[in-house]
């Protein structure tokens, strides 16, 4: 099990210790608008951000390490203090936390896709010709109601989209050293689960055991009558928030994904039911049960990946309007940040830096405003995102001074 | 073998990918004259390298780690992605490539001092009163016409400067775990080449064979009579830049330590015949057949180690006019940065950070100038050397997503 990037000892586990919460706001860094070279987030109005990064310190965060553009899983484990370079997550577990499954320790967790066979079941189509999402969610159901698990083995099969699914196995002794069955081409059958490692066999006899059972389950379908599988993970099970931090966490957030990972840590979880703006009233009402809240907005990278500009922006602006409804609590340590770069231009995830702002007495600000320029020149300097719980622990009076 | 710094997987290979030109000014960072308070590099008039910074990402690089002045070597792995803290390269190894000796994987070098030894064999003068390069090489070619290889190997004997030479063995089973021959003292007798592991006594005793042999051929000199042997590498084989970042890479060098470090990491290498400005030629004329352009220029160096602060800025200068003609090809990626400080005030190769500029379509431009001090309000901030080429990679749309 990876250990803290500090030492373990410094950690002040006790009561006494201020609240901290994090804002994240999914894929904020920009780059700049070649009419004006303001980024999305030096673009928007933001009168609160603003005064808020007044009496803060800034920064810029690398979510990972130079170079590296992250997805959502490792992109939270590095804000959360877990480095995702030790942490390492498969796509299985990823699948499974973006279904909103509860992942366990010891899981063995993979990606599917429905595809189609021909008569000789070799493969015709490895996304069978990408069924609508109610088309696969009646696939995905249809085997699942049929299959039948093997004995000690419970099996989990859920829909994700189009011809995605996620297939999870729970028992004891499952080994995640497998070889995908997805021969990544046309023409061939579908590889047998392979043992990678001495130890795999009886998973990897398991596996095949439930994938030639959905195989027949599907053998009358007209189009998806094949399954692929590929991205084999066991979920090892993480040290938990509390563990480490001896912080009770709570995670507000409106997309599965996002209460996925923060399960892996450990914290409790709250859905957003309907409007962003509802995180608000959830952080209100439960502020005294936890010391430590992780809040999730997801537009501002849905619209960077969109290469809307203007729409990241308007996101960013009614985030703004959010930020007098969380001071109100009087959070003693706030920070703000994403998770990653989504620039408008670039329309994906992307590996520049992203603002930082931490708000707390012990502050060291230097700038008027929240963006990318300013935080460039802030206090904190360009760090590895990894270092940014223990910023916020040491700012809430968590961590005790290293030796004599 | 040490592995890249992030996931390989990230790596992608295969085609699509866009060019990269690194080009080296060795030595570019300096210290503020005393008289202005600038750099060698702000004081230089650069209005090539300064349009480019207009449109680049700056930042400044610490070569290896703070406070370490590098040697060419791991000033040039660093640049490259060899994280020179892991792939250690012997001074043996280094002095093989810095006479442009072929290295090849198993090669055992060594280092050599041509020395004085009294009638009972002491050490009198341990560098053989400086003798001039041209007696030192007259010496090293007796030596190397009279010697006769012990069996199975192969034995390279390559004069440097003044009183150092290069020995290089050859041949299966070389184990570098040897004991210097030098004993760093004068009064005493060279040291017997001693096994310092199970496993090199062999080499230990073909190292002396081939060390006895050389004394007695020189046993006849008024001066040079001696030889003391130290710095026993042996070189082990890097992974190269086609296998770790999926380039094919040219190195175009004028002097051949840069470009024996290029071979190290499986380059193929161009010499500059002429003058420095015959780089762009080569570059023009092998665009097409490589991804990646290594682009080295020595003098900054050499004039920074000569004192000469005006003299640096006119390698600067000079410098400058090469960028059109390089800006001609269209490279999508084009990095400058130095190997290390050569700062004119210090005479020597230094540690502090040195200013690194990347044009890309992708970049983060905030400056008007290429100067240590629009770099360092850059927003690449200061990072480690080892990070270069990861940020090259994806500004070149070379590397994954990491995680989903």
């Given at each position: 099990m990876p250990e803290l990037h500090i030492p373990d000892s410094l950690?002040?586990?006790?009561?006494?210790?201020?609240?901290?919460?994090?804002?994240?706001?999914?894929?904020?860094?920009?780059?700049?608008?070649?009419?004006?070279?303001?980024?999305?987030?030096?673009?928007?109005?933001t009168p609160n951000l603003d005064a808020l990064a007044e009496r803060?310190?800034?920064?810029?965060?690398?979510?990972?390490?130079?170079?590296?553009?992250?997805?959502?899983?490792?992109?939270?484990?590095?804000?959360?203090?877990?480095?995702?370079?030790?942490?390492?997550?498969?796509?299985?577990?990823?699948?499974?936390?973006?279904?909103?499954?509860?992942?366990?320790a010891g899981d063995l967790a993979a990606r599917l896709n429905l595809a189609t066979l021909d008569g000789d079941g070799r493969i015709l189509d490895r996304r069978a010709g990408r069924p609508s999402d109610a088309e696969g969610r009646r696939i995905v159901e249809k085997a699942r109601t049929a299959l039948v698990p093997p004995e000690g083995i419970e099996v989990f099969l859920q829909h994700e989209k189009e011809h995605r699914a996620v297939l999870i196995l729970r028992g004891p002794g499952l080994e995640a050293e497998l070889g995908d069955t997805d021969p990544q081409e046309t023409g061939v059958p579908p590889l047998p689960v392979k043992a990678l490692a001495p130890g795999s066999e009886r998973s990897a006899s398991l596996m095949q055991g439930v994938l030639d059972q959905i195989l027949e389950i599907l053998a009358d379908e007209e189009v998806v009558n094949g399954i692929l599988a590929r991205g084999f993970a066991a979920y090892e099970g993480y040290p938990s928030f509390h563990e480490r931090y001896g912080l009770n966490a709570l995670a507000i957030a409106q997309y599965p994904m996002y209460r996925g990972v923060a399960r892996l840590v450990g914290m409790d979880v709250k859905d957003i039911p309907g409007n962003p703006s509802e995180l608000v009233e959830l952080l209100r009402k439960h502020y005294q049960d936890y010391d430590f809240f992780f809040l999730h907005?997801?537009?501002?990278?849905?619209?960077g990946e969109d290469g809307d500009f203007e729409a990241?922006?308007?996101?960013?602006?009614?985030?703004?309007?959010?930020?007098?409804?969380i001071l109100e609590v009087e959070p003693e340590v706030l920070v703000i940040t994403g998770d990653h770069s989504t620039p408008a231009t670039f329309k994906a995830h992307s590996w520049?830096?992203?603002?930082?702002?931490?708000?707390?007495?012990?502050?060291?600000?230097?700038?008027?405003?929240?963006?990318?320029?300013?935080?460039?020149?802030?206090?904190?300097?360009?760090?590895?995102?990894?270092?940014?719980?223990?910023?916020?622990?040491a700012h809430a009076g968590r961590l005790a001074k290293f030796g004599a």
């Amino acid at each position: 099990m990876p250990e803290l990037h500090i030492p373990d000892s410094l950690v002040e586990r006790g009561a006494g210790g201020k609240k901290i919460i994090l804002f994240v706001l999914d894929g904020l860094g920009g780059l700049p608008h070649p009419g004006t070279g303001l980024t999305e987030l030096e673009t928007a109005q933001t009168p609160n951000l603003d005064a808020l990064a007044e009496r803060s310190s800034l920064g810029m965060l690398t979510p990972v390490s130079p170079g590296i553009a992250p997805g959502s899983g490792p992109g939270h484990l590095s804000l959360f203090g877990y480095d995702p370079l030790r942490f390492v997550i498969g796509r299985g577990a990823l699948s499974a936390l973006g279904v909103g499954f509860d992942l366990r320790a010891g899981d063995l967790a993979a990606r599917l896709n429905l595809a189609t066979l021909d008569g000789d079941g070799r493969i015709l189509d490895r996304r069978a010709g990408r069924p609508s999402d109610a088309e696969g969610r009646r696939i995905v159901e249809k085997a699942r109601t049929a299959l039948v698990p093997p004995e000690g083995i419970e099996v989990f099969l859920q829909h994700e989209k189009e011809h995605r699914a996620v297939l999870i196995l729970r028992g004891p002794g499952l080994e995640a050293e497998l070889g995908d069955t997805d021969p990544q081409e046309t023409g061939v059958p579908p590889l047998p689960v392979k043992a990678l490692a001495p130890g795999s066999e009886r998973s990897a006899s398991l596996m095949q055991g439930v994938l030639d059972q959905i195989l027949e389950i599907l053998a009358d379908e007209e189009v998806v009558n094949g399954i692929l599988a590929r991205g084999f993970a066991a979920y090892e099970g993480y040290p938990s928030f509390h563990e480490r931090y001896g912080l009770n966490a709570l995670a507000i957030a409106q997309y599965p994904m996002y209460r996925g990972v923060a399960r892996l840590v450990g914290m409790d979880v709250k859905d957003i039911p309907g409007n962003p703006s509802e995180l608000v009233e959830l952080l209100r009402k439960h502020y005294q049960d936890y010391d430590f809240f992780f809040l999730h907005f997801k537009y501002t990278d849905s619209r960077g990946e969109d290469g809307d500009f203007e729409a990241k922006m308007r996101a960013i602006e009614s985030v703004d309007d959010l930020i007098p409804g969380i001071l109100e609590v009087e959070p003693e340590v706030l920070v703000i940040t994403g998770d990653h770069s989504t620039p408008a231009t670039f329309k994906a995830h992307s590996w520049h830096s992203v603002p930082v702002l931490l708000a707390s007495p012990w502050a060291r600000p230097t700038g008027t405003a929240f963006g990318e320029s300013e935080c460039r020149r802030g206090d904190l300097g360009t760090f590895e995102g990894k270092h940014l719980m223990t910023l916020a622990l040491a700012h809430a009076g968590r961590l005790a001074k290293f030796g004599a």
